[in-house]
């Protein structure tokens, strides 16, 4: 072979390729991702560079994994804005490692620097990423698919052949039918494009604006969430403003006016157990019936609460999350006057609601000398109460014997100091214990209905018939939950078209050839390998053949023609 024809092959072959190329070009819109040099034009040159890096799908991949890794402390390490308490705890049971975890942020990781800084890298890097692949996506919308390569024998699917039919009506034929297939389909010149599948670059866009969602989402959770617990008995309400929590913990941007308003009122809690069995005592029925309005003058409705199924009331939702009770307790003193009663709410210490508490009389008490003092109870309470079991510990959540023990205690509580103190713990440091004739601490086991005697005609202590019940309901502002749920949906259906559908592109060209009769040559070519373009273009060969039929052969005996069409085998030449 001479010199000449080589390159003339070389020629052609390239020739081939760049036509190749152009017809397979904007399958996609994902950018080429490879290294580039370093720059050498200046701060604009390193600007350029830094962007390119920043906005390249391996840069995007490394900010999202360091992002997981960087949640993982914040699940293992105990966070000040969840619970300072545990916080406190891990300080003094790790004197080596808190310093060190002070200074790297890891007791707040969420708010820390590092982490801030993950986080906002990977947004602008999702932002870079989608931007120019949307305008690159609208505009392949707007085009037509590209023509047919010269030689669509070099394409991965093809198949041809000879047909009586015109060009031109071939050429309709094939229009139709893709059409009908929904490809995007147009005539050009001797060939018709067609192109189907753009759902998945519309489900990888959607799936990374999802991602940007979920970041935006989580930030507006953190910066404006409220988060607050409150114990309400019985017959007493809550109005949602901050002096009514008990518990209370917000993002570093929240404001009071951001709680929404609304108030309600407890009717009733109901629990209900089971009585026998291996889950003896495990709760049936937890809720709680509850009258609330929104705003200030809105209509009074009724609802209840369940567990897992929260009261919705704007971007605020009511959790039932605890359940206790409250005996009524009435104390008077030496003349018989009344000077406490209320319910009582007692903290439960295990399943079967064994509770303890304090009850505290700041004002109104005088002693049998008539000087004013303060008086404080310790109170044990078990709902269900077992002589036989030998122990004072609840054998059932439910009041099946209820039985409650005080000791009684006179002096100071501390409350007039200022300083702020639990009301389910006593301070004894400035109270004196009431003695018994033996000169003992003096307790008591009261039975709804009985009353402790307080020695030297100090008053009285009453454990009234009455107990009810106290649910405790957490109340949670997330501004950004339903746009978190919104785009992880919309992830997952825009992953999943990413995932399964295939874009894929299909030419069909009609030419006279020297002889009179018509040769039809089908192609397609997919963005990747796969067997699904091959059977779709057969598929639709077929059809189109039964509306263009086979002519034989030139050098075919014209008496041993079949109507049967000859197919030739995926990629073979004519």
Not at 521 to 542: H, I, T
Not at 546 to 561: K, L, M, V, W
Request: net charge neutral; proline share 6%; aromatic share 10%.
């Amino acid at each position: 072979m001479s010199k000449t024809k080589t390159d003339k092959s070389r020629d052609q072959a390239s020739q081939d390729q760049e036509d190749l190329g152009a017809a397979g070009s904007q399958l996609s819109t994902a950018p080429v991702d490879e290294l580039s040099a370093a720059p050498g034009l200046g701060v604009i040159g390193w600007a350029r560079w830094f962007w390119r890096q920043l906005t390249s799908m391996r840069v995007a991949l490394l900010l999202l994994l360091l992002l997981s890794l960087g949640a993982i402390p914040g699940s293992l390490i105990p966070q000040t804005g969840a619970d300072l308490n545990k916080v406190d705890d891990f300080r003094k049971a790790h004197k080596t490692l808190s310093p060190i975890y002070d200074k790297l942020g890891l007791f707040h990781v969420y708010s820390s620097v590092w982490f801030s800084a993950i986080y906002i890298l990977l947004f602008v890097s999702l932002i870079g990423c989608i931007v120019p692949r949307t305008w690159q996506f609208v505009g392949q919308l707007r085009g037509r698919p590209p023509g047919a390569p010269k030689r669509l024998t070099r394409l991965p699917a093809y198949t041809t052949w000879r047909t009586n039919a015109d060009p031109e009506q071939v050429r309709e034929a094939a229009l139709a039918l893709l059409k009908k297939r929904r490809f995007r389909a147009h005539v050009a010149g001797d060939a018709v494009a067609a192109e189907k599948g753009y759902v998945r670059e519309l489900g990888n866009l959607v799936f990374h604006i999802a991602l940007i969602v979920l970041l935006v989402a989580f930030a507006s959770g953190q910066l404006y969430k409220s988060d607050g617990t409150k114990l309400v008995v019985e017959g007493d309400g809550f109005s949602n403003a901050l002096a009514q929590y008990d518990d209370f913990k917000s993002g570093s941007l929240f404001q009071t006016d951001d709680l929404v308003p609304f108030s309600f009122d407890l009717k009733t809690f109901t629990g209900t157990y089971e009585v026998s069995g291996p889950n003896k005592g495990t709760p049936r029925t937890y809720q709680a019936k509850i009258d609330y309005s929104v705003g200030a003058y809105g209509r009074q409705k009724s609802t209840t609460i369940k567990v897992n199924e929260p009261l919705h009331i704007g971007d605020a939702k009511v959790y039932l999350v605890s359940h206790g009770y409250a005996p009524v307790i009435t104390v008077r003193d030496g003349k018989g006057k009344k000077v406490f009663q209320d319910a009582v709410p007692l903290l439960p210490l295990d399943g079967n609601v064994t509770s303890n508490g304090v009850v505290k009389v700041m004002d109104g008490y005088k002693n049998a000398q008539g000087k004013s003092e303060q008086l404080g109870f310790q109170a044990f309470f078990v709902p269900t109460f077992d002589p036989k079991a030998g122990t004072m510990l609840s054998q059932f959540p439910a009041l099946v014997n209820p039985l409650l023990a005080v000791n009684a205690y006179h002096g100071d509580l501390g409350v007039n100091a200022g300083i702020p103190q639990s009301v389910y713990q006593l301070d004894k440091t400035h109270m004196k214990a009431f003695k018994d004739s033996k000169g003992q601490l003096l307790k008591k086991l009261l039975q709804p209905g009985d009353t402790m005697t307080l020695p030297n005609g100090a008053g009285s202590i009453t454990f009234e018939k009455d107990i009810k019940e106290w649910a405790g309901f957490e109340i949670v502002q997330e501004p950004g939950s339903g746009w978190a749920l919104g785009g992880a949906l919309a992830a997952i259906f825009g992953l999943a078209a990413s995932l399964f559908i295939q874009r894929r592109r299909v030419w069909v060209r009609a030419v006279r050839g020297a002889d009179g009769v018509t040769v039809v040559e089908m192609a397609g070519l997919g963005r990747s390998e796969s067997a699904k373009v091959p059977e779709e273009l057969g598929d639709l060969a077929g059809i189109l053949y039964d509306q263009a039929p086979g002519a034989p052969d030139p050098d075919d005996d014209p008496s041993e023609s079949s109507d049967t069409p000859v197919v030739p085998a995926e990629g073979a030449e004519k």
